[in-house]
Protein backbone atom coordinates (compact mmCIF):
# COMPACT_ATOMS: atom_id res chain seq x y z
CA UNK A 1 0.00 0.00 0.00
CA UNK A 2 1.20 3.74 -0.72
CA UNK A 3 2.15 5.68 2.45
CA UNK A 4 1.02 9.06 2.19
CA UNK A 5 2.77 11.47 5.05
CA UNK A 6 1.92 15.12 5.33
CA UNK A 7 3.38 18.31 6.62
CA UNK A 8 3.03 21.96 7.02
CA UNK A 9 0.32 22.41 9.78
CA UNK A 10 0.33 24.83 12.22
CA UNK A 11 -1.38 27.87 13.66
CA UNK A 12 -2.33 30.66 11.98
CA UNK A 13 -3.86 34.13 12.26
CA UNK A 14 -7.30 34.61 10.17
CA UNK A 15 -6.36 35.98 7.30
CA UNK A 16 -3.25 33.95 6.86
CA UNK A 17 -1.86 31.37 4.45
CA UNK A 18 -0.39 27.83 5.10
CA UNK A 19 1.16 25.41 2.46
CA UNK A 20 0.58 21.68 3.20
CA UNK A 21 2.53 18.92 1.41
CA UNK A 22 1.90 15.32 0.88
CA UNK A 23 4.81 12.93 0.13
CA UNK A 24 3.67 9.61 -0.98
CA UNK A 25 6.00 6.95 -0.87
CA UNK A 26 5.34 6.49 -4.57
CA UNK A 27 2.53 7.75 -7.45
CA UNK A 28 0.51 4.43 -8.03
CA UNK A 29 -0.97 3.60 -11.30
CA UNK A 30 -3.93 2.23 -9.05
CA UNK A 31 -5.07 5.87 -7.73
CA UNK A 32 -6.54 8.27 -9.80
CA UNK A 33 -5.53 11.58 -7.84
CA UNK A 34 -4.77 12.64 -4.85
CA UNK A 35 -6.35 15.49 -2.39
CA UNK A 36 -7.02 16.50 0.76
CA UNK A 37 -10.01 15.77 3.66
CA UNK A 38 -10.32 17.94 6.38
CA UNK A 39 -11.99 16.59 9.83
CA UNK A 40 -13.18 19.28 12.27
CA UNK A 41 -13.41 18.01 15.77
CA UNK A 42 -17.00 16.47 16.51
CA UNK A 43 -17.56 16.68 12.99
CA UNK A 44 -17.34 14.73 9.90
CA UNK A 45 -14.75 14.27 7.36
CA UNK A 46 -15.08 16.73 4.49
CA UNK A 47 -13.54 16.98 1.21
CA UNK A 48 -11.37 20.00 0.30
CA UNK A 49 -9.53 19.19 -3.07
CA UNK A 50 -8.13 16.62 -5.52
CA UNK A 51 -5.87 16.65 -8.38
CA UNK A 52 -5.29 13.77 -10.79
CA UNK A 53 -1.97 12.76 -11.06
CA UNK A 54 -1.37 12.32 -14.90
CA UNK A 55 -3.19 15.74 -15.73
CA UNK A 56 -5.85 17.12 -15.82
CA UNK A 57 -8.28 19.46 -13.88
CA UNK A 58 -8.82 19.75 -10.07
CA UNK A 59 -11.73 19.78 -8.07
CA UNK A 60 -12.36 22.62 -4.90
CA UNK A 61 -15.56 22.42 -2.41
CA UNK A 62 -17.04 25.76 -2.78
CA UNK A 63 -15.83 26.70 0.36
CA UNK A 64 -12.37 27.23 -0.35
CA UNK A 65 -12.68 27.92 -4.08
CA UNK A 66 -10.87 31.44 -4.74
CA UNK A 67 -8.60 30.87 -1.30
CA UNK A 68 -6.57 27.46 -1.87
CA UNK A 69 -4.41 26.01 -4.93
CA UNK A 70 -3.98 22.03 -5.07
CA UNK A 71 -0.91 20.72 -7.50
CA UNK A 72 1.40 18.05 -8.20
CA UNK A 73 4.86 17.21 -8.40
CA UNK A 74 5.28 13.77 -10.31
CA UNK A 75 8.81 13.96 -9.96
CA UNK A 76 8.88 14.28 -6.31
CA UNK A 77 5.80 12.39 -5.93
CA UNK A 78 3.99 15.55 -3.53
CA UNK A 79 0.84 16.87 -3.84
CA UNK A 80 0.58 20.53 -2.23
CA UNK A 81 -2.43 22.54 -1.13
CA UNK A 82 -1.53 26.23 -0.99
CA UNK A 83 -4.20 27.89 1.61
CA UNK A 84 -4.46 31.91 1.42
CA UNK A 85 -7.00 33.78 3.76
CA UNK A 86 -8.21 31.36 6.07
CA UNK A 87 -10.54 31.63 7.80
CA UNK A 88 -11.78 29.75 11.55
CA UNK A 89 -13.94 27.63 9.55
CA UNK A 90 -10.70 25.89 8.24
CA UNK A 91 -9.46 24.82 11.18
CA UNK A 92 -9.24 20.68 11.51
CA UNK A 93 -6.78 17.53 10.46
CA UNK A 94 -6.19 17.93 6.97
CA UNK A 95 -5.57 14.19 5.11
CA UNK A 96 -3.87 13.62 2.09
CA UNK A 97 -6.12 10.91 0.65
CA UNK A 98 -6.47 8.79 -2.55
CA UNK A 99 -8.84 9.20 -5.16
CA UNK A 100 -11.17 7.16 -7.61
CA UNK A 101 -12.30 9.24 -9.73
CA UNK A 102 -13.46 12.87 -9.94
CA UNK A 103 -16.25 14.03 -11.12
CA UNK A 104 -17.55 17.55 -12.08
CA UNK A 105 -19.68 17.86 -8.35
CA UNK A 106 -16.43 16.22 -6.11
CA UNK A 107 -14.05 13.12 -5.39
CA UNK A 108 -14.21 9.63 -5.27
CA UNK A 109 -12.58 8.68 -2.15
CA UNK A 110 -10.55 5.48 -1.25
CA UNK A 111 -11.53 3.95 2.24
CA UNK A 112 -10.11 6.23 5.21
CA UNK A 113 -7.87 3.16 5.86
CA UNK A 114 -5.61 4.41 2.82
CA UNK A 115 -5.50 7.83 4.06
CA UNK A 116 -2.41 10.03 5.60
CA UNK A 117 -2.55 10.07 9.45
CA UNK A 118 -2.92 14.14 8.68
CA UNK A 119 -1.66 17.51 9.75
CA UNK A 120 -3.44 19.56 12.03
CA UNK A 121 -4.22 23.41 10.93
CA UNK A 122 -5.38 25.79 13.52
CA UNK A 123 -7.23 29.35 12.16
CA UNK A 124 -7.59 30.97 15.65
CA UNK A 125 -6.62 34.76 16.51
Known amino acids: QVQLVESGGGLVQPGGSLELSCTASKFSSDYYGLGWVRQAPGREPEEVSC????????YYDDSVKGRFTISRDSAKNTVALQMTNLKPEDTGVYHC??????????????????WGKGTLVNVSE
Open 97 to 114: APVQAIVYNGCSWYHKGF
Open 51 to 58: IPLSGGFP
